[in-house]
């Protein structure tokens, strides 16, 4: 259970996922300088080097989302091979390394300063943006590096969520049945 634990929330497992948001940066700051490099593009030197760099970006997009989604899926398959393993025992282990608050938390934290940033970008960008001195495309550059970080920071805060629930309703103490008679609440019955 532990290995399951280590493949869902591990420290590597969190440096996977900031090195595929970092490497989808990457190519969204190529698509973008593209971008840009063809919206002042003046002579045929120009548009080519503008469309060399938005290849590069898409090479470099198309790949990190394939990854991202292809451990979406992976994370799935190992959270429920994580239930099923759970489940074998009658009594599981009550052991806080298999809720792991630590790495839950440390996935929070760090997918809410994703979150934050990249939806302070989001509003900031167009915000900030002056006729005449911004153009459309480094304003479409800076939203959709936001984007990117809020979507990814959205990510992460699910996955921890997610994994907090699941540990909490597995590794939890039982709760004792309520003794026959009595209200399973704490509040007193209506009087009729």
Do not use: K, N
């Not at 996977?16 to 698509?31: D, Q």
Request: glycine share 12%; charged share 15%; with cysteine.
């Amino acid at each position: 259970m532990g290995e399951l634990g280590r493949r869902l929330l591990g420290g590597g497992r969190l440096g996977l996922f900031l090195v595929w948001l970092l490497v989808l940066e990457v190519g969204w700051g190529l698509v973008g300088a593209g971008l840009v490099m063809f919206d002042e593009a003046l002579d045929p030197f120009s548009v080519g080097f503008a469309l060399l760099s938005a290849a590069a970006g898409v090479g470099a997009l198309v790949p990190a989302a394939f990854f991202q989604v292809r451990g979406l899926r992976r994370d799935r398959a190992v959270r429920w091979l994580f239930v099923q393993w759970a489940t074998l025992d009658a009594a599981p282990a009550r052991d806080a390394r298999h809720r792991a608050p630590g790495l839950t938390l440390a996935w929070l934290l760090v997918s809410f300063a994703l979150c934050a940033a990249g939806l302070w970008l989001c509003l900031a960008v167009p915000a900030s943006a002056r006729r005449g001195t911004d153009t459309y495309a480094e304003v479409a550059y800076g939203m959709g590096a936001g984007l990117l970080l809020w979507v990814t920071g959205l990510v992460g805060t699910v996955r921890a969520v997610a994994h907090h629930r699941l540990a909490v309703r597995l590794f939890s103490p039982v709760r004792a049945a309520p003794r026959a008679g009595r209200p399973a609440s704490s509040e007193h019955p209506p009087h009729a």
